[in-house]
């Protein structure tokens, strides 16, 4: 049997990658993998309340690093970990790649904090695939314009999301091999078609 799988999807805020997650967990059920889909930050009941301050209630920007990996640390102990143990594939809708882009690009904290945050909170578990939903920021920001309640990460100003979306390139660079970077201006029909390359590849 094939070790269960751990995969992560990121990108920058409207760049579609909720919806698109849907349809690549919907294609690897029909091929009869067991899956569990799950997000960050949340995952767990306290990451969910932790989610809930994160995205609502000001702070620092150091704060609101240690917040998403103390959220992260509860996420991998209760959920990823025994899932992948009992070969359940895991989806994450963002890991710790979203704090070296949000946290690390967007905020400015230093990138010797978070790696040493990373390697105490998962040293030893990264992401077998992680898919990188890229897009320009004006296209991503119009995907936003029409929701009603924007939350305290999608109301930053566009400049906050190119830092985040360089942070992010700069990261896939870092681990080619872990990453797919789809191009996601494209329209869905054609996302689709790279999607089910990848499903099949993996
Ligand atoms: P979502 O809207 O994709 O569910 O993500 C919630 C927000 O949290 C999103 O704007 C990105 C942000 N975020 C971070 O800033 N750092 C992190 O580590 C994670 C996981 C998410």
Do not use: C
């Not at 960050?40 to 995205?55: H, V, Y």
């Not at 967007?106 to 990373?118: F, I, P, S, T």
């Amino acid at each position: 049997m094939n070790k269960a799988k751990f995969i992560t999807f990121e990108g920058v805020d409207g760049a579609g990658k909720s919806t698109h997650l849907e349809w690549f967990a919907n294609a690897l059920r029909q091929r009869g993998i067991d899956l569990l889909v799950t997000r960050e930050p949340g995952g767990t009941p306290l990451g969910e309340r932790l989610r809930e301050i994160l995205l609502n209630h000001p702070m620092h920007a150091e704060t609101e690093t240690l917040l998403m990996f103390a959220a992260r640390r509860e996420h991998v102990e209760q959920v990823i970990r025994p899932a992948l143990q009992r070969g359940t594939w895991v989806i994450s809708d963002r890991f710790s790649d979203a704090s070296f882009a949000y946290q690390g690009g967007g905020r400015g904290v230093a990138l010797d904090k978070l790696e040493q945050l990373e390697q105490w909170v998962h040293g030893d578990l990264q992401p077998d695939l992680t898919l990188l939903f890229d897009i320009p920021i004006e296209v991503a920001r119009q995907r936003l314009a029409n929701n009603i309640s924007l939350d305290r990460f999608e109301q930053e100003q566009g400049a906050f999301f190119e830092k985040v979306r360089q942070a992010y390139l700069a990261r896939s660079q870092k681990t080619p091999a872990r990453f797919a970077v789809i191009h996601a201006e494209k329209t869905r029909d054609e996302v689709q078609k790279i999607l089910e390359k990848i499903v099949s590849s993996i």
